[in-house]
């Protein structure tokens, strides 16, 4: 039962556009999730984003909770990046060659990341874990790897098990094109869950146990800390590499990332998302020892036309300047917290079975009773309601991950007059689904 005076959203310019995309590109659109096949409907066309704000082609404005997937997380199209930026473009967009802009968003991430004191740009988090992967194998002389059910770490072969997030929005269980040859060595452990990893790494020869160290490809789901020392424990017990793949997490959940956030250490971290303040990155660092193998240090290949690019190192740094700022991470927090309780407050008045939790600038919540600690339990929320929410969050104003398999986005623009109204139209939408 919506307000009264409140108009709602409509998108007959977006609509044209699609139509028009779907003959140009499979599915219309350049990433599975962005096609809101899920939740039914027809995506929006942005048209341009600034602050905690999107605008989309019918000129309607939303507060964005996506945030270009992570890495808004100051808030879209920041001034001072966007000047920074500019000032670098005017030097060139790529040199191929060394660039001093690397040597300093390094040692910005060294600083400020516990378990990296060597680090590689890529262009994308999915690069990233491919080369992250191929070096723990080679630093092991190991070939299998344990993931968890419901983590996603890209579109890599070897990573297409169980991965979660547009995976498992399309329902597809594995990619078809996947050689099983490449996934043979991949095991699926249970999230939250110490003993399925035992079972995996007792067999021996995993080079490495890789996780979400926050999971936000399943919907938000926070690890106890009891799990990741767990995982700490065991990979020091049979000689694995653990690897927290903070794509996501780093930077957001704690300047330092979840490895920060919880006080567990992995061997290898890899990043992407924030560090490029909404340029194309990714990148892998981890103990010296390890990092040493990467090529052309060591033997271990791994290159990139683009890597280390002026524009990626020059917004990834400008953010992070913003970022270290002290308290930036308790706002994110706050805010996050304000606005997860109030969903779940409107849910619980509305007779709505709802379990939800944040970190830092990262949220989520699900439809069904909770705890929900593992990706099965995450497989049980109700998706059709997620979809009647997701479509009244939309026309009323508020712009959702189009998935209840993805996690939420806080940003240091978010302010409280934002949260406040997406809390009264939260109350609004919970009314009538
Ligand atoms: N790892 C995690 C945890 C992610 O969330 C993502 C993307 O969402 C990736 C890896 C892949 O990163 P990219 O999309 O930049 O390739």
């Known amino acids: 039962l919506s307000a009264p005076t409140r108009t709602l959203y409509t998108y007959s310019e977006s609509a044209r556009i699609f139509t028009e995309a779907k003959e140009l590109m499979p599915g219309g659109v350049s990433s599975p999730v962005r096609a809101f096949k899920s939740v039914g409907g027809s995506p929006i066309v942005f048209d341009r984003v600034k ?3 999107a605008y989309d082609v019918d000129g309607n404005t939303y507060i964005d909770y996506v ?16 000047e920074e930026v500019k000032k670098t473009m005017d030097k060139g967009t790529s040199f191929g060659a060394p660039c001093v802009l690397e040597n300093e968003l390094a040692k910005m991430v060294i600083d400020a990341v516990p378990s990296v004191e060597m680090v590689r740009f890529t262009n994308s988090g999915t690069e990233a874990c491919m080369g992250m992967l191929r070096l723990c194998r080679a630093y092991t002389s190991r070939e299998k790897i344990v993931k968890f059910e419901g983590c996603y770490h890209g579109h890599a072969d070897s990573f297409l098990v169980q991965a979660g997030s547009g995976v498992a929005t399309l329902g597809l269980p594995d990619s078809p094109g996947v050689p099983a040859s490449s996934t043979k060595s991949t095991l699926c452990a249970t999230y939250n ?3 399925s990893v035992e079972e995996l790494l007792k067999e021996g020869d995993v080079a490495a146990l890789i996780l979400e160290p926050v999971v936000g490809n399943s919907g938000f789901i926070k690890p106890t800390k009891e799990f990741l020392q767990g995982c700490r424990d065991l990979c020091d017990k049979y000689g694995t590499l653990l690897v927290f793949d903070e794509v996501m997490t780093g930077f957001r959940v704690a300047y330092g990332g979840a490895q920060a956030y919880f006080g567990v250490t992995p061997d290898v971290t890899t990043m992407g998302k924030v560090i490029g303040g909404g340029m194309p990155v990714g990148a892998y660092g981890g103990r010296r020892d390890i990092m040493d193998l990467v090529a052309p240090a060591g033997p271990m290949y791994q290159a990139g036309t683009l890597s280390g690019n002026p524009l990626a190192m020059t917004a990834g740094i400008e ?3 913003v970022l270290k700022q002290p308290g930036q991470h308790d706002k994110l927090e706050a805010a996050s917290k304000k606005l997860v309780d109030g969903i779940l407050a409107h849910a619980k008045a509305n007779g709505h079975a709802a379990t939800g939790g944040y970190a830092g600038g990262m949220f989520g919540f699900f439809f069904c009773e909770g705890p929900v600690t593992c990706f099965a339990d995450a497989a049980k929320a109700d998706m059709e309601k997620f979809g009647r929410w997701h479509a009244g969050m939309l ?3 508020i712009y959702l991950a189009p998935s ?3 996690a939420g986005f806080m940003s240091l623009a978010h302010t ?12 609004e939408v919970m009314a009538m689904i």
């Open 404 to 406: 209840s398999y993805e």
């Open 193 to 195: 869950d110490v003993g």
């Open 51 to 53: 602050g905690s704000k």
């Open 395 to 397: 026309e009323r104003g």
């Open 319 to 321: 953010t992070l300047k």
């Open 67 to 82: 945030g270009t997937w992570g890495p808004a997380i100051i808030g879209h199209a920041d001034d001072k990046v966007l």
């Open 416 to 427: 409280d007059e934002d949260i406040e109204k997406t809390l009264e139209i939260a109350g």
